[in-house]
C-alpha cells in the first residue's frame, strides 16, 4: 500500500466525520445522536489503524483497542441512561 | 501482497461510506442501527488488511481489534434499538410495523 494511497484513505475516513456531526448535531431524537457518536468512535478507531499502518508503529493499534472499548462503554451508558434514567440497576420497563 | 492490501481498504472505505449515507438518509433510529453496523464492518475491513503490512505484530493487535469490534458491534446495536423502543420512539418508515404492538403503527 502506497503512501499516497493511505493519506487519501485517511482523508476519505476523516470527511465521513462531518455528516455525522451533523445528525449529532441536529438529529431530533437522542437515541439517534447515541447511534451517531458511536460510529464517530469506530470510524475514528479505523482512522487510527490506518495512521499505524502509514507510520509501521504498532503503537497506534493500541490506541484503537483503547478506543473501541471506550466506544463501546461510551455507548451502553447512554443507551442505558435514557432508557432507565440509570447505569446501573435502573428499572427495565418504564 | 500489497495490492490486496488496498482493495480490502477501499472495501472498507466504501462499506464506512454507506454507513453514513445510511445514517443520513435513513427515517428514524430503528433502521438507522442496522446502516452503523455497517461502519463497524468496514472498520474491520480495514483492520484486515493489516495482513499487507507483513508485520506479525501489527496482524496480531489488529486482529484482536477487528474480533472485538466484530463481537460489541450486535451489543451496541441491540443496546441502542431497545432503548429506543423503551422510550416509546415512534416509527417514522411507512413499511414498518411493531409486532410487540406497543409503538402506534407510522403514519401511511
Redesign the interface.
Known sequence: ??EL??DA?VL??GA?AG??L??VARSD?I??Q???V??LG??L??VV??V??LT?S?HY??A??VL??LS?AG??AP??A???GRIFGGR??? | M?WL??LV?VV??VL??A??VG??RLE??YQ??QA?SL??L??TA??L??V??G?G??IA??L??AT??LL?SP??AH??????W????ALRSKEAWDETGDLADPPR
Not at chain 2, 443496546?79 to 429506543?84: F, L, T
Open positions: 500500500m502506497s494511497f493511505l484513505a476519505a475516513l465521513c455528516p455525522i451533523h445528525i431524537d437515541a439517534t447515541v447511534l451517531a458511536d460510529l469506530v470510524l478507531c479505523g489503524a490506518l499505524c499502518y509501521g504498532v493499534l493500541d484503537a483497542l473501541a472499548l463501546f455507548t451502553l443507551a442505558r435514557i432508557s432507565t427495565e420497563e418504564r | 500489497s492490501g488496498g481498504v472498507g472505505l464506512a461510506l454507513a453514513v445514517l443520513v428514524d433510529v438507522r442501527v452503523a461502519g463497524y468496514g472498520v480495514i483492520l488488511a493489516s499487507a503490512t508485520d505484530k501489527i493487535r489488529a484482536l481489534v472485538f469490534l460489541s451489543v451496541a443496546a441502542i434499538a431497545r432503548a429506543a423503551l422510550r416509546r420512539q
